[in-house]
């Protein structure tokens, strides 16, 4: 014991203010290249604050463009093994967004985008409609195609037409499918006026019991359709990230920067596309710079992901040439091997400080993307500035991700890869068959991979990734809710109701942290144990 005379215990807080600073280490003084070099988020903590408040009140908003906010910062990237539709769309309910590959044909990556924004609707404002001469087997190539069978029938088969029927999948159940729609379609329908508000039409779908509601004018032309579908997933999914104005999930779409491109985004926006990510591991380059400049021209409405970038002088240049968000990581994915084979790149978390603490002057979000491989590296990487977390490793094995599951070495796993990869680069070259996604085979298609690295013209082709498997996490429906939670507690235990005040309590100082040495990331995990079981979510 101390022989030093004891302080009275309620003069603790009167003390610890005569300190001249503050426990642990500032974000600048944490991220200082200078002392510390670079650092991943494995090389530090944050240091816990003072809970005052339960989990479920932590408000996990985040902006992930500057005219874009998701309930949760959760994207899949845009991976051809990681996001295709049933990814995007998940996502999208789950709170987050998922960004459709474009190592697809442009074709195939409009569809997807389509059946995104037809999943989840206010008024349906475009719906699908056949007239009374198309047949059963019509209605079948909707649902194969988008996923729903209630569609109605007007004498023109287009909205705007006379409202004449419509047809659902108990229709044209054991109905041969040359039958005419004009002999299977319900002609006694419950309908709502032109002008009628979305509250009031709602309310008349749930008390009608159909399974939609066509908006006629006056005269009974079809405007637009509610679906009761929707109305269970209002209630099923009350963080999906949608539209305000239209209620529709967000969609987006990575393209590259090259000349087809702006054929395949032309595609895209006629599809919905609300966000679209400039697709490129080094995103400092005159293609993406005029790609982008005209993008803002031609589609002002189009919000614009550009990167890859991890420094400020990148940031600034995408900036100036008008981006809405911007992507930060370089070689730091679980499957990329840049930083190995190129020499260049940057540690993740001293990239997302640097960027994020240049673009926020703007007004322009940052993504960190790559490197995240648990709960922690969110919360580290929102702490850093960013707005919202890309996944890759983390969603792949997943049961929406693209592919079949098959066993290796006894274990129960999908094919990942990254799109450095050569197996990416040869994606779609004559001869090679190979293939890992669920997109159809519809012929060539422009690589995405090749051009992502910009290796379009060159005999040999130089891998910045890898192929490999990941095991079985089953579905999104339980790990991204995983993922919420824990991002919920993390920000209990720091001691911050939201992301915003997360982000306001680095730069005030309040939030610190604390370097860890070798031994103390080894202190941190679990050891000492002969065997042990690891759940992460129950």
């Given at each position: 014991?101390?022989?030093?005379?004891?302080?009275?215990?309620?003069?603790?807080?009167?003390?610890?203010?005569?300190?001249?600073?503050g426990d642990g280490l500032t974000v600048s003084e944490l991220i200082d290249s200078t002392v510390n070099g670079g650092l991943t988020y494995n090389d530090f903590l944050i240091l816990p604050g003072k809970i005052d408040f339960g989990a479920t009140e932590v408000v996990t908003e985040s902006q992930i463009t500057r005219n874009v906010v998701l309930k949760t910062p959760?994207?899949?990237?845009?991976?051809?093994?990681?996001?295709?539709?049933?990814?995007?769309?998940?996502?999208?309910?789950?709170?987050?967004?998922?960004?459709?590959?474009?190592?697809?044909?442009?074709?195939?990556?409009?569809?997807?985008?389509?059946?995104?924004?037809?999943?989840?609707?206010?008024?349906?404002?475009?719906?699908?409609?056949?007239?009374?001469?198309?047949?059963?087997?019509?209605?079948?190539?909707?649902?194969?195609?988008?996923?729903?069978?209630g569609i109605p029938i007007t004498d023109t088969g287009a909205v705007g037409g006379k409202l004449l029927g419509i047809v659902t999948g108990r229709d044209i159940q054991f109905q041969s499918p040359n039958t005419p729609l004009s002999e299977l379609?319900?002609?006694?329908?419950?309908?709502?006026?032109?002008?009628?508000?979305?509250?009031?039409?709602?309310?008349?779908?749930?008390?009608?019991?159909?399974?939609?509601?066509?908006?006629?004018?006056?005269?009974?032309?079809?405007?637009?359709?509610?679906?009761?579908?929707?109305?269970?997933?209002?209630?099923?999914?009350?963080?999906?990230?949608?539209?305000?104005?239209?209620?529709?999930?967000?969609?987006?779409?990575?393209?590259?920067?090259?000349?087809?491109?702006?054929?395949?985004?032309?595609?895209?926006?006629?599809?919905?596309?609300?966000?679209?990510?400039?697709?490129?591991?080094?995103?400092?380059?005159?293609?993406?710079?005029?790609?982008?400049?005209?993008?803002?021209?031609?589609?002002?409405?189009?919000?614009?992901?550009?990167?890859?970038?991890?420094?400020?002088?990148?940031?600034?240049?995408?900036?100036?040439?008008?981006?809405?968000?911007?992507?930060?990581?370089?070689?730091?994915?679980?499957?990329?091997?840049?930083?190995?084979?190129?020499?260049?790149?940057?540690?993740?978390?001293?990239?997302?400080?640097?960027?994020?603490?240049?673009?926020?002057?703007?007004?322009?979000?940052?993504?960190?993307?790559?490197?995240?491989?648990?709960?922690?590296?969110?919360?580290?990487?929102?702490?850093?500035?960013?707005?919202?977390?890309?996944?890759?490793?983390?969603?792949?094995?997943?049961?929406?991700?693209?592919?079949?599951?098959?066993?290796?070495?006894?274990?129960?796993?999908?094919?990942?890869?990254?799109?450095?990869?050569?197996?990416?680069?040869?994606?779609?070259?004559?001869?090679?068959?190979?293939?890992?996604?669920?997109?159809?085979?519809?012929?060539?298609?422009?690589?995405?991979?090749?051009?992502?690295?910009?290796?379009?013209?060159?005999?040999?082709?130089?891998?910045?990734?890898?192929?490999?498997?990941?095991?079985?996490?089953?579905?999104?429906?339980?790990?991204?809710?995983?993922?919420?939670?824990?991002?919920?507690?993390?920000?209990?235990?720091?001691?911050?109701?939201?992301?915003?005040?997360?982000?306001?309590?680095?730069?005030?100082?309040?939030?610190?942290?604390?370097?860890?040495?070798?031994?103390?990331?080894?202190?941190?995990?679990?050891?000492?144990?002969?065997?042990?079981?690891?759940?992460?979510?129950?």
């Open positions: 014991m101390s022989s030093l005379p004891l302080l009275d215990p309620s003069t603790a807080l009167e003390h610890l203010a005569l300190y001249k600073r959760f994207m899949s990237s845009p991976m051809d093994t990681v996001t295709e539709k049933e990814m995007a769309i998940n996502m999208a309910l789950l709170g987050g967004i998922g960004v459709i590959h474009h190592n697809q044909s442009a074709k195939e990556q409009a569809e997807m985008v389509r059946a995104v924004k037809r999943h989840e609707n206010g008024f349906i404002t475009d719906p699908v409609v056949l007239s009374p001469k198309h047949i059963a087997a019509d209605v079948l190539d909707v649902k194969a195609r988008l996923g729903f069978c379609m319900t002609t006694t329908l419950v309908t709502a006026p032109e002008g009628v508000t979305l509250v009031e039409a709602n309310t008349i779908l749930r008390d009608s019991k159909k399974g939609k509601l066509p908006i006629v004018d006056s005269s009974g032309r079809l405007v637009s359709l509610l679906a009761r579908s929707d109305l269970l997933k209002n209630q099923n999914f009350p963080l999906a990230s949608k539209r305000p104005e239209t209620k529709q999930l967000y969609a987006a779409a990575a393209i590259g920067t090259r000349p087809a491109d702006r054929d395949r985004l032309d595609l895209l926006v006629k599809a919905g596309l609300d966000i679209v990510v400039l697709d490129s591991s080094q995103g400092n380059s005159i293609f993406q710079i005029d790609m982008l400049r005209w993008i803002k021209k031609t589609y002002p409405q189009l919000e614009v992901i550009a990167g890859n970038v991890v420094t400020r002088e990148q940031a600034a240049t995408l900036i100036h040439a008008g981006a809405d968000g911007l992507r930060v990581g370089m070689g730091s994915g679980s499957i990329c091997i840049t930083q190995e084979v190129m020499a260049v790149g940057r540690p993740q978390a001293t990239a997302v400080y640097a960027v994020s603490e240049f673009a926020r002057k703007f007004g322009v979000p940052v993504i960190a993307d790559g490197g995240i491989s648990n709960v922690g590296h969110v919360v580290k990487a929102l702490a850093l500035g960013a707005g919202a977390v890309m996944m890759g490793g983390l969603l792949a094995g997943t049961t929406e991700a693209p592919g079949e599951y098959f066993y290796h070495e006894g274990k129960r796993v999908k094919a990942y890869r990254g799109m450095g990869s050569i197996e990416a680069m040869e994606q779609g070259k004559p001869g090679v068959s190979k293939t890992v996604t669920t997109a159809s085979k519809a012929g060539p298609i422009d690589n995405a991979a090749t051009s992502r690295y910009f290796s379009e013209s060159s005999a040999v082709k130089v891998a910045q990734g890898v192929s490999g498997d990941v095991q079985d996490k089953g579905s999104i429906h339980a790990f991204l809710p995983y993922l919420h939670a824990g991002l919920q507690h993390s920000l209990q235990d720091i001691g911050v109701k939201n992301v915003v005040a997360l982000q306001a309590g680095v730069e005030s100082k309040n939030v610190r942290f604390e370097l860890r040495t070798a031994s103390a990331q080894v202190e941190g995990g679990v050891h000492g144990l002969n065997s042990y079981t690891k759940r992460l979510y129950a």
